[in-house]
């Protein structure tokens, strides 16, 4: 099998990306295709779309083909997903645009990843200021403070603060389910980060909003285009229980039942 030749220029395989080569092995078999990015000139090594070619590593094609095909499907499993709560609060109740359903999207997600053994962790942005999480948008209210989900106070507009990036290093995940507010800020600078890291970042549309309309749509845009995942709550839901055999099938799909009775503000 051919290695790749180690080029001068710091490539990444990732979507959304120019395919720019093509390499077959030696027996015909296996596939890679590389993309040249001139948008991430700093991408961290720690990214799993990222060939580092500092120390001159060199990768096969069966190592390059197995990451693309990875990032670039995007799958939801429980023992590899987690839940993030962003700063549903209080004093956004009556300002955010369709708010109900953001707390009813959040609530039915907490929920199910409780069902599946989702790990869930809560931010809230300067408590003092915008007031606790909204206790009716999780599925059980104990889960503030409660371990192993315990809410982050935090200033900072990502959830990526120093407290909370220990404690998702601890969990050991690499898919993340975001939702949350605002759209365009927090939610946002959250997704980005995560996927500076390498990580998969799936944000259900029907969870997340921002105060103004315009602000969502652009921020759904910006994120698809970074490499974020755009899904639904429910699409989300049945693609972590994986199958009808699931031994909770039965409970998450339930709480689909009722899910969809629900008013959903962003399709009017």
Do not use: W
Not at 50 to 71: E, G, H, L, Q
Not at 95 to 112: D, N, Q, R, Y
Request: net charge positive; charged share 20%.
């Amino acid at each position: 099998m051919h290695r790749v030749p180690v080029p001068k220029a710091r490539y990444t395989f990732a979507r959304h990306l120019r395919i720019s080569t093509l390499i077959v092995s030696s027996f015909g078999s296996l596939f890679c295709a590389t993309a040249f990015s001139s948008n991430h000139s700093s991408l961290s090594s720690r990214d799993v779309g990222v060939c580092n070619y500092n120390n001159k590593r060199a990768y096969t094609a069966m190592s390059i083909a197995a990451t693309a095909s990875r990032r670039a499907v995007g799958k939801l499993r429980p023992a590899d997903a987690a839940l993030l709560v962003c700063d549903v609060q209080e004093r956004f109740r009556h300002l955010v645009h369709g708010m109900e359903t953001v707390i009813s999207t959040t609530k039915f997600m907490t929920a199910v990843a409780r069902e599946l053994d989702v790990p869930i962790v809560v931010t809230q942005q300067y408590t003092k200021v915008f007031g606790p999480t909204i206790a009716d948008a999780l599925s059980d209210p104990t889960v503030l403070g409660a371990t192993p989900s315990p809410v982050f106070e935090k200033k900072k507009f990502s959830m990526l603060t120093d407290e909370c990036c220990f404690h998702l290093n601890s969990l050991g995940r690499t898919s993340f389910v975001l939702v949350g507010i605002e759209a365009h800020v927090c939610v946002q600078q959250t997704a980005l980060d995560l996927l500076e890291l390498g990580h998969d970042v799936h944000v259900i549309c029907d969870g997340v909003s921002s105060q103004r309309r315009h602000d969502r749509e652009v921020a759904l845009r910006r994120m698809e285009i970074s490499g974020a995942y755009l899904t639904t709550a429910q699409s989300a839901a049945f693609m972590l229980l994986g199958g009808a055999d699931h031994p909770n099938f039965k409970a998450v799909s339930g709480l689909v039942k009722d899910h969809a009775m629900l008013r959903n503000e962003f399709d009017e």
